[in-house]
């Protein structure tokens, strides 16, 4: 049976992809940073892990209690993360870091933490839930958006420094998927934005109206559109490097590559 740890377990996409692995046969490892989430994913059958993403500390005790329970890990999903709305310049030095923290140091600091076993066994999978803002800019998400972007950077750059061996490194780049990412990012932006003294007031009316909005966002998928993936990814002899899941995703990817970039600054300011 093949072990698989994945982070950001508590819903959307991590719970879905967890459901997934365990009916197919997988060990799966489902971690969250909230004590209460971990024991409801026990109930749900999983080895869960406690996780918080943004404490080093939290990170090494989940490896150390997963490597206490199995001796070989095959695949790490890394997928816990969220979404700091807000226009870049009310985004405080605090609040972008906080952002990096969850979304791009704590999934560094795993992933080296899981590779010297990978390394040892010469396999295994790492497979990073990354977002077509991995690599097009839109307006009011620019902290979630540097994120993207960081991850994406360092995955590239691993995925060179890893050819000589047999573990795999692919991005999985949804768009609109149905989750509680607009709920959670709407908390950050309450959170961390001073609406009252902004130059985009007007501007977040809309943007709050939107992360409030019950209604899915065109085109958006169910979060087993992303599990298809990951199943290729995983199971692959010749996984894919990026797997772009939804149209808006392939979109964006396929006008990035044709259009200047003055006429996509354009476009993604309507978006």
Known sequence: MKSVLITGCSSGIGLCIAHGLQSKGYRVFASARNQEDVKELRKLGFDALLLD???SSSI?????????????????????????????????REALEKQFQANVFGWHELTNLVLPKMRKENKGRIIYIS????????????????SKFAIEGLVNTLRLELKDTY???????PGPIESKFRENAFLAFKENVD?????????????IRRLNSKKNAKYTLPAK????????????????????????TKLFAFLGRILPSSWMDSILNKV
């Open 53 to 55: 993403l943004s404490s």
């Open 60 to 92: 090494k005790a989940a490896i150390m209690s997963l490597f206490n329970q199995t001796e070989n890990l095959y695949a790490l999903i890394n997928n816990g993360a969220y979404g700091q709305a807000g226009a870049l310049e009310d985004i405080s």
């Open 131 to 146: 977002s077509v803002l991995g690599f097009v800019a839109m307006p009011f998400r620019g902290s979630y958006v540097a």
């Open 167 to 173: 573990i795999k490194l692919s991005l999985i780049q």
């Open 195 to 207: 609406i009252t003294n902004s130059n985009f007031k007007e501007q977040y009316k809309v943007m």
């Open 225 to 248: 559109a992303v599990l298809k993936a990951t199943i290729h990814a995983l199971e692959s002899n010749s996984p894919k490097i990026h797997y772009r899941v939804t149209f808006p």
